[in-house]
């Protein structure tokens, strides 16, 4: 069990970095640019400004983005004695390294464009895992997902596969880094994530017209669903489901977004209004003095921005209209 | 214009004997072009309606591929589509329409478990659908580059025999009838001036 007393500081600190987070009216400010100079004109006034004009061409924004979050990780993790929570962050961009360094030993090439710089586990260590060698410095968990997602490849040459025996190593890891951390609030937080995803998951394999085999295999351990509901509910029309999950926290978010999907054949409206309740529970750090809702809020909310501006960004570079984009823009946090 | 041939009756003969063949082959030719002409405009229609219907579904499959990529990074998107999980091999045949050879496009798709090739924990749901319409938009666009193939050949190959038509209709017929009318109108006057020179040296003949 964390102190709260820890966090004492790097609340302080994030109380001050608070206030730079994007506000609405920025948002909808880059949402009514006419083009992508104006666009820059408004990120040039926030905290942004650095990352991007760093840039040599505005489709590399990919880079600022990925930078400024890592200034961010640096941060807190300078503010933080126990690292941990960073972790809760930080592990799912050391499982897609792990992926992108196993498909590329698969397919024999090099795509170092695909590896992200946020992981924690260096990259070199992680080929060298690849290779096949024997003293590398990559936990004990992620070598043993990587050993089993290579080797079931090999069985299947499916390369699904891959994804979703190193999907369901992350979940677990994560599961045990929040058991480790003791903290009820990250671990509501992270059960909802889990419970909200595979609902996704289940009804995205509907349309997919999958297998129960293949659910068992794609579904997150960790959340406050039972698996065995999943289960019962693939082979139900999605209307039943919303009915099942009434009652429970997750009653709006399933009812609105699952209707929608259905209607409408897209997802865009769920997977907001998942994204915005997560953001709503993370919003508890918005309020608490200190602690590590705070730290976890923060970092959630760092996150969701960088989603809103991608949105924003791919969307007026690709000029789709604006009720499109909307239809996508997560809240803000504060 | 008139064929430099001797005028003789040997000639004639001959030469009445290619205008007899280039009018049949003109006759056949110009048929030819006809059902060409015909099969081309019908294909062209199709071609258009197939066209129009591939760009406006390739346009809704790359928005929603756009969307699809504004819920992830850029690099999630990579990696998720890194190993292509489906594999379709195709095989091109010819076919032969009024002696033109037009490619025939054959996909066979490999029963393939599973079209998506990434896991569902870190992907945004909007990247299934623009994978299916993608999926379903590969044997069209291998339709459509069938026909479109299929027309150009056949454009040109309207456009050889016409050309062949006319040259046998306002260079080779007229100019074979020509020569025929010279050589005739040539042979007549060699017989009416024969018969001349007889009737004079008859004259001669009866005075003497």
Redesign the interface.
């Known amino acids: 069990m964390v102190r709260e007393q820890e966090f004492l500081y790097a609340s302080g600190r994030i109380r001050a970095l608070e206030t730079k987070l994007l506000s609405r009216t920025i948002v909808e400010r880059i949402l009514e640019a006419q083009d992508m100079d104006a666009v820059m004109r408004v990120l040039s006034e926030t905290d942004y400004a650095p990352d991007f004009e760093e840039l040599e061409s505005i489709y590399d924004f990919?880079k600022a983005?990925?930078n400024s979050m890592k200034r961010t990780l640096g941060v807190i993790k300078e503010s933080l004695k126990d690292q941990r929570v960073v972790r809760f962050f930080t592990l799912?961009y050391d499982y897609?390294n792990l992926?992108?360094v196993l498909?590329?030993r698969?397919?024999g090439v090099e795509?170092p464009?695909?590896?992200?710089t946020l992981g924690e586990v260096p990259v070199e260590e992680l080929l060298k895992l690849s290779k096949g060698e024997k003293d590398v410095a990559v936990p004990k968990l992620m070598r043993l997902a990587f050993e089993r997602a290579a080797e079931v490849y090999e069985e299947t040459l499916?390369?699904?596969q891959?994804?979703?025996i190193?999907?369901r190593a992350?979940?677990e890891e994560l599961n045990l880094l929040v058991q480790d951390i003791g903290h009820d609030f990250l671990k509501s937080y992270l059960a909802a994530l889990v419970d909200l995803?595979n609902i996704?998951?289940m009804?995205?394999?509907k349309?997919?017209e999958?297998d129960l085999r293949?659910l068992k295999k794609?579904l997150?351990p960790g959340g406050s669903i039972d698996l065995e509901f999943f289960e019962k509910m693939f082979q139900e029309p999605v209307p039943v489901l919303i009915e099942a999950l009434a009652a429970s926290n997750y009653s709006k978010v399933v009812k609105d977004g699952l209707e929608n999907w259905v209607s409408s054949?897209?997802?865009?409206v769920?997977?907001k209004l998942v994204d915005d309740f997560l953001l709503g529970m993370l919003r508890k750090g918005l309020y608490k003095p200190f602690g590590l809702e705070t730290v976890v809020g923060y970092l959630g909310a760092r996150e969701n921005e960088?989603?809103i501006l991608?949105?924003l960004?791919?969307?007026k570079i690709?000029g789709?209209s604006e009720d499109?984009?909307r239809e996508?823009l997560r809240d803000v946090y504060a | 214009m008139v064929i430099r041939v001797n005028p003789t009756r040997m000639e004639l003969l001959s030469l009445k004997k290619r205008l007899v063949t280039a009018k049949r082959g003109h006759k056949l030719l110009k048929d030819k072009q006809d059902e060409l002409v015909k099969k081309f405009l019908d294909m062209v229609k199709q071609n258009r309606a197939l066209r129009e219907e591939v760009e406006r579904e390739l346009i809704d499959a790359f928005?929603s591929f756009?969307?699809a990529?504004?819920?992830?990074?850029?690099?999630?998107v990579?990696?998720?589509l890194?190993?292509?999980?489906a594999k379709v091999s195709i095989n091109v045949k010819k076919e032969n329409i009024m002696s033109v050879n037009v490619p025939r496009i054959e996909i066979s798709q490999e029963e393939s478990?599973?079209?998506?090739?990434?896991?569902?924990?870190?992907t945004?749901?909007?990247m299934?659908?623009a994978i299916r319409t993608l999926s379903t938009m590969l044997p069209k666009m291998l339709k459509l580059a069938e026909i479109e193939k299929a027309c150009q050949l056949m454009a040109d190959e309207i456009e050889r025999t016409r050309r062949r038509v006319n040259a046998l209709e306002y260079v080779l017929i007229p100019q074979l009838e020509n020569t025929i009318k010279y050589i005739t109108m040539k042979l007549d006057e060699n017989e009416r001036s024969s018969r001349t020179r007889l009737m004079k040296i008859k004259e001669m003949v009866m005075q003497g």
């Open positions: 990919e983005l990925e799912k897609h992926k992108v498909k590329s698969i397919l795509v464009e695909n590896l992200t499916d390369p699904q891959v994804d979703l190193l999907d992350l979940y995803t996704k998951t009804v995205r394999l349309y997919m999958s293949t794609s997150l054949g897209s997802p865009a769920y997977e960088l989603k991608r949105v960004m791919v969307g690709n789709i499109m984009i996508r | 928005r756009t969307m990529r504004s819920q992830m990074p850029a690099n999630v990579e990696e998720s890194m190993i292509p999980s478990k599973n079209l998506y090739p990434y896991g569902f924990a870190n945004s749901a909007e299934d659908s």
